[in-house]
């Protein structure tokens, strides 16, 4: 078919500009609307020194037909592995949706590269609203994944009947509701955590917590709204005292200041004259408490009974912001000691393992420290599925929720995903490749007394801490609604396929691994 003039027309506008936009089109609207949500765009123009990246073969037939014949075989070839699971670890990526994951690819390379995780045989999508919202938080959905119900928004281990921030609904204990690694301790197995975060944030809190109120962290801050005879014992004590939290057998993470009072330490936040660290330290002369990586590298754990590291008075730092002398270990360093500990229980263990601070760099439209938190977090995954076997060990990995984080704009092979789309607005400005729809960073990219989008490659100067473009002003960004992806190797690993409500992930862990009083393979 003859293309006709305008086509000429349309192949010289785009040589002629080294900053291109769509040319006006001179077809139908509807041939007008189809070129514009999918241009040929034009080839950029030479850099020094740069050069495209090209992965040798993608322009043949015979590379993607055999990579497709290698899927079919290992998926005919593979069959479900239904041995009782001994151990399970549950890894959560907070905030780590779809395009998370694949932005963070190109990280390790290329688009074409897969996270450790994303090479595990089985996967799929679990739904993550709420009782109340269609949008959930990280408290709410630690209910569903550990707990196998759904309850309102900020509130954790707790039943749908329990509002926010309520001060006498909750104290019914009927409200409720208890985690996996409950079931697990009372099948004679050993339970654990691990996070970038406070241990009394919210996702980690879900192992051990029942409490109407995500940010009652410390009694200071229950007395704030319930007054201090409510009755309401705080996260930080229901992890030290409580029936779940008193018996994890390794707890690391960040959060020393909801554990000990004001008039104790600077840094404490208590006000009931606990120092709940000590008390641990106290428990037993096997109990092992570190605050360092020296100090965490040194324990024998053969000679000790729990666990306990906390290795800031807040979250951890960013991997990205740490140095030599922080002295703070990775998440795969605390994931090897984890299972290395865990190990000994003759019976298996449930260790629950989060890759936190994803979620809080997305807060603040920090894509680069967010997709390095994934790295990171990928990190510990492959570690674990080194130092166990599939054969007794059911590895699951998922996240909470999403973001409202955008992956966008026809950019080039090779090119850097931290940089611009090669296509300009109709302001003349480019755009970004990675974007949010909402979030702190708006007036950074919006002149609001012009009434202008600023150049954003003007912005984004390469630094760590750079924030990305933001479409709506807001204190922190979002979180998105978007389902998320479910992982699973090992035992049972097959029936984590399909698309389920994200409450249905504890009851598929428990059967694989005979917990808990519903369906499981022991019952069958």
């Given amino acids: 078919m003859s293309r006709g003039p305008n086509a000429a027309l349309v192949v010289v506008l785009l040589l002629a500009s080294s900053c291109w936009s769509a040319p006006e089109c001179g077809r139908s609207t509807e041939q007008c609307h189809e070129r514009q949500m999918h241009p040929d765009l034009p080839e950029p123009e030479p850099v020094s ?13 015979a590379y993607w037909r055999q990579q497709g014949i290698d899927f079919v075989q290992q998926k005919v070839s593979s069959e479900p592995n239904k041995r009782q699971a001994k151990n399970v670890i549950l890894f959560l990526g907070d905030g780590m949706g779809v395009t ?6 190109n990280l390790l390379g290329g688009e074409e590269k897969s996270l450790s995780f994303e090479n595990f045989p089985y996967s799929g999508l679990s739904k993550t609203y709420s ?6 938080d990280s408290a709410c959905t630690a209910t569903a994944y550990l707990c196998g119900v759904k309850g309102q928004e900020g509130t954790i281990g707790v039943n749908g009947q329990v509002p926010r921030t309520d001060c006498t609904v909750m104290l019914d204990e009927s409200t409720h509701v208890d985690s996996i690694a409950k079931w697990a301790m009372d099948a004679g197995k050993w339970a654990g955590l691990v996070t970038t975060t406070r241990v009394t944030h919210a996702s980690p809190s879900g192992v051990y917590a029942h409490i109407a109120e995500r ?26 005292r409580g029936e779940v939290g008193s018996k994890l057998k390794v707890i690391m993470g960040g959060g020393r200041k909801h554990f000990v009072d004001a008039s104790l330490a600077s840094w404490g936040k208590r006000n009931d004259g606990l120092d709940l660290i000590e008390e641990f330290q106290l428990g037993s002369a096997k109990n092992a408490y570190v605050t360092t990586l020296d100090e965490l590298n040194a324990v024998n754990l053969a000679e000790t009974d729990r666990l306990l590291g906390l290795f800031n008075e807040d979250h951890l730092q960013y991997r990205m912001e740490t140095t030599e002398d922080s002295q703070q270990p990775t998440l795969e360093q605390m994931t090897r000691k984890a299972i290395e500990y865990m190990s000994q229980s003759e ?24 997709l390095n938190e994934t790295i990171e977090f990928s990190k510990a995954i492959a570690a674990a599925q080194e130092l166990t076997s599939e054969d007794d060990t059911l590895l699951v990995v998922t996240a909470d929720h999403s973001h409202v984080f955008t992956y966008a704009g026809y950019g080039y092979r090779g090119e850097d995903i931290f940089g611009a789309a090669p296509v300009t607005g109709h302001d003349g400005h480019p755009y970004m490749v990675l974007s949010y729809a909402n979030g702190p960073s708006y007036e950074n990219f919006y002149d609001t007394v012009t009434k202008e989008r600023k150049d954003p490659t003007t912005v984004v100067k390469g630094e760590h801490d750079d924030e990305f473009p933001s479409g709506v002003p807001i204190d922190m960004d979002s979180h998105g609604g978007d389902d998320v992806p479910v992982f699973a190797l090992g035992p049972w690993s097959n029936l984590f396929t399909g698309v389920y409500e994200q409450s249905t992930i504890p009851h598929l862990m428990a059967y694989a691994s005979c917990l808990g009083d519903g369906h499981t393979m022991c019952s069958s």
């Fill in 49 to 61: 020194g740069r050069k495209m990246r090209v992965v040798e073969g993608e322009d043949t037939n």
């Fill in 100 to 105: 998370t994951t694949s932005a963070s690819r």
């Fill in 131 to 136: 009782v109340d919202k269609i949008v959930p």
């Fill in 215 to 240: 940010d009652w962290e410390n009694d200071a801050e229950v007395a704030g709204d319930c007054g201090a005879d409510s009755g309401i014992r705080d996260i930080a004590y229901q992890l030290a």
């Fill in 347 to 370: 019976n298996g263990y449930f260790l629950f393992i989060e890759g936190g601070r994803i979620d809080q760099a997305h807060h603040i439209n920090q894509a680069r420290m967010a």
